[in-house]
């Protein structure tokens, strides 16, 4: 299928850069020093790269950094490599960003990479204190560590994201963006800290990650089409899920989703399906395929949710108008924090079509976990539990 041949296709743009003779700008040429504050000096930085009519790196060495908000962008003339070696610490204090919704927002570039050892630290432990998104539904979003917004044929590769005080990456309107080698870090407890939100964005690859976290490790916005999520770990986290949906009007339809080849260990969700009950979005989800996925005491391993209403802040008074076909289940094994391991709640307006179990092995205190099914009739194909119908 298409999104397996993407898998293994070079990522030639990424070659054709290494060939590339690059200008290396240390932070230091602008004033930037460790253990202090380099806001202004990363700008700088950035301005000279992207007036460059050659390849420019901005090497950001070892040591211990501050910044506040940026928001760079282009269009930029020439490739920009940004190798971050360091640590770099956002302020502690939300009110010190200014209002910002990305602590570093990088946007409208082609050929963007950033690389390296280095860690990102948002410092969200006093904003997460502050989150009271569990009670109010009208409340304050905290700052996010990154926001790619429309970058083309792009990687992100090797960084650390550590302790978001909000989503640690959103990805907004990119195409042909590459996760090779990331990792995500925060514990259980922190709020909203979804690992990578991905949104209206195409060709999107999320590889070789290790996300631990608050929320979604990997979270599918509406407008998604062709992503790929492979050989992921999440752990802690609510799994990696596909929503939610529904919500507005204005949304997109998702389509061409694969996951692939990813270990869940003691997350609240394992694979996962969400739109909203009583909402006005009626678009289509469809060619999802989850496969070859290893469970670790996850509760919900196999889920779609068609009443997701978190916090019960919604009604479910009328179903969901969200459709979803052509979703498959294939070589899921491992063990279940619940006797449900899978559960397919589909909409009673709009009742999934052509939904697939196939070689499911799922075990709960060491029997079969059982399957519970609404407004579905999976097709079972190989081994997979049979399943009952919810009351």
Known sequence: ???????????????????????????????????????????????????????????????????????VKGPCK??????????????????????????????????LTLSGKGVFDGQGAAAWKQNDCSTNKNCKMLCMNFGFNFLNNSIVRDI?????????????????????????????????????????????????????????CVSLGDGDKQITVQNVHCGPGHGISVGSLGKYTTESPVEGVLIKNCTLTETDNGVRIKTWPDAPGTI???????????????????????????????????????????????NIKGTSATPEGVLLICSSGVPCDGVELNNIDLTFNGAPAKANCSNVKPIITGTAPTCQALA
């Open 160 to 216: 650390t994201s550590k302790d978001s005080k909000n989503f640690h990456v959103n990805v907004l309107g990119c195409n042909n963006f590459t996760f090779d080698g990331f990792t995500v870090t925060a514990p259980a407890t922190s709020l909203n800290t979804d690992g990578i939100h991905i949104g209206r964005s195409t060709d999107v690859k999320v590889l070789n990650t290790n996300i631990g976290t608050g929320d979604d």
């Open 284 to 330: 289509t989800v469809t060619d999802m395929n989850f496969e070859d996925i290893t469970m670790v005491n996850v509760r919900n391993p196999i889920i779609i949710d068609q009443e997701y209403c978190p916090w019960n802040q919604c009604s479910k008074k009328n179903p969901s108008k969200i459709k979803i076909s052509k979703v498959s289940f294939k």
């Open 78 to 111: 020439a490739p920009i490599e940004i190798q971050v070696d360091g640590t770099i610490k956002a302020p502690a204090n939300p009110d010190e960003l200014k209002g910002a919704d990305q602590w570093v927002k990088i946007g409208y570039t082609n050929f």
């Open 1 to 71: 299928m298409m999104l397996s041949i993407a898998i293994i296709v070079p990522f030639l743009f990424l070659a054709d850069l290494g060939a590339v003779q690059s200008l290396d700008l240390d932070i230091s040429k602008f004033g930037g020093a460790p253990n202090a504050d380099i806001t202004q000096a990363f700008i700088s930085a950035w301005n000279e790269a992207c007036a460059s009519t050659t390849a420019v790196k901005i090497v950001i060495p070892a040591g211990t950094y501050n910044m506040r908000e940026v928001d």
